[in-house]
């Protein structure tokens, strides 16, 4: 399994920014912006990808960055350099984060959670946060519309095969399940997507002390 995703990503990195081009321009990157306007502190982001949201950092001290997959780190690196030198990358996957409790004030998930392991992934995230420490998130999740949400349960299989994500998770009651509390939630639409990925929300848990 470990090996058919470090392919797939082998063969979608160098395509991922050119194929998420149009999305972002049409109001995805004003939605991470958006979203990381009041990140602070100590920060870490999962999943970071080719680092698109390396520009949105403005008030952080510090930030990490973890990615598993050698292909997007790669790119990974190649942004920080240009745009966030002061930032760390960490090759690791949201299920098993290498950093002592409690030791971020912030952690930024956009994307991430429909790939990973919920469960574990959130709860690394828990871990790793301070009592009172914020998680910023934007997911595509289950629509709440009936039809759109069948839709999305026939289309998981190819989505999951094709691109290794699931398009149908409750991700906002496993947020609520891993012990945060939702302080902002905001129901969106990704932008320039397919209909059956395109339910999507971003918002800010705290969590729990």
């Given at each position: 399994?470990?090996?058919?995703?470090?392919?797939?990503?082998?063969?979608?990195?160098?395509?991922?920014?050119?194929?998420?081009?149009?999305?972002?321009?049409?109001?995805?990157?004003?939605?991470?912006?958006?979203?990381?306007?009041?990140?602070?502190?100590?920060?870490?982001?999962?999943?970071?990808?080719?680092?698109?949201?390396?520009?949105?950092?403005?008030?952080?001290?510090?930030?990490?960055?973890?990615?598993?997959?050698?292909?997007?780190l790669?790119r990974?690196?190649?942004r920080?350099?240009?745009?966030?030198?002061?930032?760390?990358?960490?090759q690791?996957?949201?299920?098993?984060?290498?950093?002592?409790?409690?030791?971020?004030?912030?952690?930024?998930?956009?994307?991430?959670?429909?790939?990973?392991?919920?469960?574990?992934?959130?709860?690394?995230?828990?871990?790793?946060?301070?009592?009172?420490?914020r998680?910023?998130f934007?997911?595509?999740?289950?629509?709440?519309?009936?039809?759109?949400?069948?839709?999305?349960?026939?289309?998981?299989?190819?989505?999951?095969?094709?691109?290794?994500?699931?398009?149908n998770?409750?991700?906002?009651?496993?947020?609520e399940?891993?012990?945060?509390?939702?302080?902002?939630?905001?129901?969106?639409?990704m932008?320039e997507?397919?209909?059956?990925?395109?339910?999507?929300?971003?918002?800010?848990?705290?969590?729990?002390?």
């Amino acid at each position: 399994m470990l090996a058919a995703m470090s392919l797939r990503w082998t063969i979608l990195a160098p395509l991922y920014d050119r194929m998420s081009r149009k999305s972002e321009a049409a109001g995805m990157g004003a939605m991470r912006e958006s979203l990381l306007a009041e990140a602070s502190g100590r920060a870490l982001e999962i999943g970071g990808g080719t680092g698109v949201n390396l520009r949105y950092y403005e008030g952080v001290d510090s930030l990490v960055v973890t990615e598993p997959e050698p292909a997007m780190l790669r790119r990974l690196h190649d942004r920080v350099h240009r745009q966030a030198p002061q930032a760390e990358v960490v090759q690791a996957p949201a299920e098993d984060l290498p950093f002592e409790d409690a030791s971020f004030d912030t952690v930024v998930s956009t994307l991430v959670l429909c790939g990973v392991d919920q469960e574990r992934s959130l709860g690394e995230v828990r871990r790793v946060l301070r009592p009172g420490g914020r998680l910023f998130f934007l997911e595509h999740v289950r629509s709440d519309d009936p039809g759109l949400a069948r839709l999305q349960d026939r289309m998981n299989p190819l989505n999951r095969f094709l691109v290794g994500c699931e398009c149908n998770r409750e991700t906002l009651a496993a947020i609520e399940a891993a012990g945060f509390t939702i302080s902002r939630v905001e129901r969106t639409t990704m932008p320039e997507a397919p209909k059956f990925v395109r339910p999507a929300i971003l918002g800010t848990a705290v969590a729990a002390g």
